[in-house]
């Protein structure tokens, strides 16, 4: 136990150290926004994500790593918990520190405890859940279905992917001898549990129109015709795990289906099966299955000990050297790709830009502001008391807002996701500085539309801001009143 500790601790301690690098990304200036007027639901995300934001706030206010604390956190929870599972399933402590180790290692976790992103939060939520299911198929004590009944329903608040892991789950019981639990009142108090959590996010959304599945559905579509979801299957073997540490996990779901002394964790099994097989066939994404993994880590390391047991001390000991060698030699690879320690425009930030785009989109936010901040100062006198920044995504808003203080400039507002409920201020804006749009979709708005300056990305970081829509406008004259643009111009992003 204390050595699962020490490696998650330390875990946290090295994200949290390099965490203060590049900028925020622009997923992370969306959520800081949406942490400043909390509330029970947004379009992109359940209210959990800003929740948690808002307290970063109070406690670190805008530092980076400060914000990023609670990602590391959330992973270093998972971490010790891998682990816990480990030993859950008989692994001897070195067999605990290996699964826990697979999982400090893997893309998923060194990618995700670099970023504040809803992810951290929802791996954190499967991970725990898959940890009290084991408690209950072994202490076979009911009791742990409140906890696995509340865990779900915060995961609710967190990324609504968790209803495939629930669905897994609902399969897993129905399918082993774990269905009779379905006549144990304390079943039902944790179906309770998790609907009461949800309560108030349903409540928004009925209020809202239910308005998250047409944003998800919108994103679905697009990620689809992107390619976004292509090659779900293959990506199982890139993300939840480094690819070194498959034989890990493929042990560890063959221990869960096959194995005879597995046949009590039948319904761990069948649960990753039938999540996996709804993600397929839903196409989602392949890093949405990610926190799967470690229970499968877990399961495996217990298998890969029994099979060292089996060769001579010798081959054992040749083996386990091999193993770990492997196994940190490729995580220490990952993790300089994945975690932001790269010099801009070394060697290894070009390699890194070709395996991910997250760094690159942390860079440039503070130069767009100060370039907005040019444009405004131009503007006739008489001109600025009514003006306002429109933005066409959600990472330039973001930025503006977090700047804001450091320059004269007048309010922002944005059509994107829950941007477009701030609406576009009173009395209706004369003069608009946009950026984030495309010339010929501004002259479908606006009857006067000048040209007033480009985004320059001082660090020569090519990304979204400077490579898709580096154009700041001056617009006036709308083509039609505010009350009657707004509603169109709502888009999800």
């Not at 330390?10 to 390099?18: E, M, P, Q, S």
């Not at 990472?395 to 609406?423: F, R, T």
């Amino acid at each position: 136990m204390f050595a699962l500790i020490v490696l998650a601790l330390a875990a946290v301690c090295i994200h949290t150290l390099l965490n203060g690098n590049y900028g925020f990304h622009r997923d992370e200036l969306a959520a800081l926004d949406d942490a400043r007027t909390l509330a029970w639901g947004y379009i992109a995300y359940p209210p959990l994500t800003p929740a948690i934001g808002h307290l970063a706030l109070f406690l670190f206010g805008t530092s980076l790593a400060g914000l990023r604390f609670f990602a590391a956190l959330a992973y270093g929870i998972s971490i010790l918990l891998t682990g816990l599972m480990a030993r859950e399933f008989g692994a001897s402590r070195q067999g605990q520190l290996l699964a826990a180790t697979a999982v400090a290692l893997a893309p998923a976790t060194l990618l995700g405890g670099s970023l504040f992103q809803y992810v951290a939060f929802d791996y954190l939520a499967w991970v725990a859940i898959a940890w009290c299911l084991l408690r209950l198929l072994n202490s076979e004590n009911p009791r742990w279905w409140l906890a696995i009944g509340t865990l779900i329903g915060l995961g609710m608040l967190t990324k609504y992917t968790v209803l495939f892991w629930t669905a897994g789950l609902g399969v897993g019981v129905l399918l082993t001898p774990a269905r009779r639990y379905l006549a144990s009142p304390w079943l039902w108090l944790g179906v309770a549990a998790s609907l009461l959590l949800f309560l108030p996010n349903a409540i928004w959304q009925w209020q809202h129109d239910f308005i998250s599945l047409d944003f998800l559905q919108h994103i679905h579509a697009r990620d689809v015709a992107n390619g976004r979801t292509d090659g779900f299957a293959i990506r199982q073997f890139q993300i939840g795990a480094s690819p070194v540490a498959a034989p890990l996990w493929l042990a560890g779901l063959y221990f869960l289906l096959i194995d005879a002394q597995g046949r009590r964790y039948r319904l761990l099994g069948w649960m990753y099966l039938a999540t996996f097989g709804l993600l397929l066939l839903a196409r989602g994404r392949g890093y949405y299955l990610a926190p799967a993994y470690p229970m499968l880590l877990a399961a495996g390391s217990m298998m890969w000990l029994r099979w060292l047991q089996r060769v001579s001390a010798v081959a054992a000991r040749w083996v386990q050297t091999l193993s770990w060698t492997i196994l940190l030699v490729c995580g220490i690879a990952l993790g300089t790709l994945l975690v932001p320690i790269a010099p801009l425009h070394s060697r290894l930030w070009e390699i890194s830009a070709k395996v991910h785009d997250n760094f690159r989109e942390q860079i440039g936010w503070h130069n767009i502001v100060a370039t907005v901040a040019t444009v405004y100062a131009g503007l006739p006198e008489q001109d600025k008391a009514n003006t306002r920044i429109l933005t066409g995504n959600y990472g330039e808003a973001g930025a503006l807002d977090l700047y804001h203080d450091a320059y004269p400039l007048p309010p922002v507002i944005s059509a994107v996701n829950s941007y477009w409920y701030k609406g576009y201020g009173e009395p209706p804006p004369d003069t608009v500085i946009v950026l984030g749009y495309d010339r010929d979709d501004l002259a479908q708005l606006f009857a006067d539309c000048r040209l007033a300056a480009q985004v320059v990305n001082r660090a020569k970081v090519v990304n979204e801001e400077s490579r898709d829509h580096p154009d700041i406008f001056v617009c006036r004259q709308p083509r039609e009143p505010w009350s009657v643009l707004w509603p169109h111009m709502r888009h999800y992003g």
